[in-house]
């Protein structure tokens, strides 16, 4: 089992809808978690950090953390084009004092007009 | 700020050639990241460095050699280029302490023939 797992896609979704991304990770007690968007060409944006369990909204972007089921999500309302692009999500190991994060090999998502 | 910087932004290497990747950051971080990303895949950690003077292998070490004489300063050496080094190369920085948000800059494209 990968320590990140993300569904490779692509993931199409209609302009304006909402596009929802997910990630499950297996080490139980990690304590943060990130979302990079990486356009084509591109080097990886963090675009939300999340470290407790509930929502997080930044604008259009909201993550979800839930720790008892291992998973984290970001949600995109309102999908624009320019939304199209790799987004990465990474978990931080809770034995790592070092800031390591690991990488899942990132979710292709396709907005169409 | 300029953030993080890379060069060269690509190079050519011909098989057996050796140079270096040169990574900065302006934002007084104590820790640094080299990263590779091969086409379609996530990022794996070749080398990462917690402060001046202190560095430790990460998950793909072998051809690559780092040094951090500065906080701003962590190049990354190749030796003897192989075709296997093929990649765009990433180096991030993040603050120490508990966020552990890193920062990646614009990324060396690479080619080993």
């Known amino acids: 089992q990968k320590e990140v797992e993300q569904n490779s896609g692509p993931l199409s979704v209609p302009e304006g809808a909402i596009a929802s991304l997910n990630c499950t990770y297996s080490d139980r007690v990690s304590q943060s978690f990130f979302w990079y968007r990486q356009y084509s060409g591109k080097s990886p944006e963090l675009i939300m950090s999340?470290?407790?369990?509930g929502d997080k909204e930044d604008g259009r972007f909201t993550a979800q953390l839930n720790k008892a089921s291992q998973y984290v999500s970001l949600l995109i309302r309102d999908s624009q084009p320019s939304d199209s692009a790799t987004y990465l999500c990474?978990?931080?190991?809770?034995?790592?004092?070092?800031?390591?994060?690991?990488f899942g090999q990132g979710t292709t998502l396709q907005v169409k007009p | 700020n300029a953030g993080v910087t890379q060069t060269p932004k690509f190079r050519i290497l011909k098989i057996g050639q050796s140079m270096t990747l040169q990574c900065t950051q302006d934002?007084?971080?104590?820790?640094m990241y080299w990263y590779r990303q091969d086409p379609g895949m996530g990022l794996k950690l070749i080398y990462y460095?917690?402060?001046?003077?202190?560095?430790d292998k990460g998950e793909v070490p072998n051809g690559y050699n780092v040094s951090r004489s500065t906080t701003e300063d962590f190049p990354l050496r190749l030796e003897l280029a192989a075709p296997s080094q093929t990649s765009v190369y990433f180096c991030?920085?993040?603050?120490?302490?508990?966020?552990?948000?890193?920062?990646f800059g614009p990324g060396t494209r690479l080619t080993v023939t």
């Open positions: 460095s917690v402060g001046a003077g202190i560095t």
């Open positions: 991030a920085s993040s603050p120490q302490g508990s966020s552990y948000e890193q920062y």
């Open positions: 990474a978990v931080k190991r809770s034995s790592s004092n070092t800031g390591k994060l690991i």
């Open positions: 934002m007084n971080h104590n820790y």
């Open positions: 999340i470290y407790s369990n």
